[in-house]
């Protein structure tokens, strides 16, 4: 599933705060600093998550594009969860964001029991999906101003 928007931000802007937090969680869950000036495609990690921290998943960075492109992949016991980020700059100050999700590596009663939810799921989920971008954001324009560009 996608969804997708306009923001009236940059795309330098809008991709720091994806990266900020993609740094975050690697130093969180690793211990060690993401150098995010070097080749980074493919770098793995396991972050975990839950009560006591007993879950875990991998999560794998697949493309980054600065300011243009960033892919993941979140691989659990459920499947395996393609996040894309597809950020186009418009003009200066304006871009047009496509998020995208897809579940895969689904076994068969997954898979059944997905077909059969999606549906009644699909408002709920794209509702979820606009709410993470306009969160990215909102974030984007606060650390603008923080840092004193008033455009």
């Not at 793995?44 to 892919?71: A, D, M, Q, T």
């Amino acid at each position: 599933m996608y969804v997708e928007k306009e923001y009236s931000i940059s795309a330098r802007e809008f991709f720091a705060v994806i990266s900020n937090s993609s740094k975050a969680d690697y130093y969180k869950n690793t211990g060690k600093v993401l150098d995010l000036d070097g080749e980074i495609t493919g770098i793995n990690y396991y972050k975990k998550f839950g009560k006591k921290n007993k879950n875990s998943v991998e999560v794998i960075l697949r493309e980054y594009e600065p300011n243009s492109k960033y892919k993941s992949e979140i691989i659990s016991t459920r499947g395996t969860q393609i996040i894309v980020f597809n950020i186009d700059e418009l003009r200066s100050e304006r871009i047009f964001v496509t998020y995208t999700e897809k579940v895969t590596d689904l076994d068969f009663f997954k898979k059944l029991n997905y077909i059969l939810l999606f549906p009644l799921m699909k408002k709920k989920l794209k509702d979820r999906m606009i709410s993470q971008l306009d969160i990215i954001a909102k974030q984007a324009k606060a650390n603008k101003k923080r840092l004193g560009d008033k455009k």
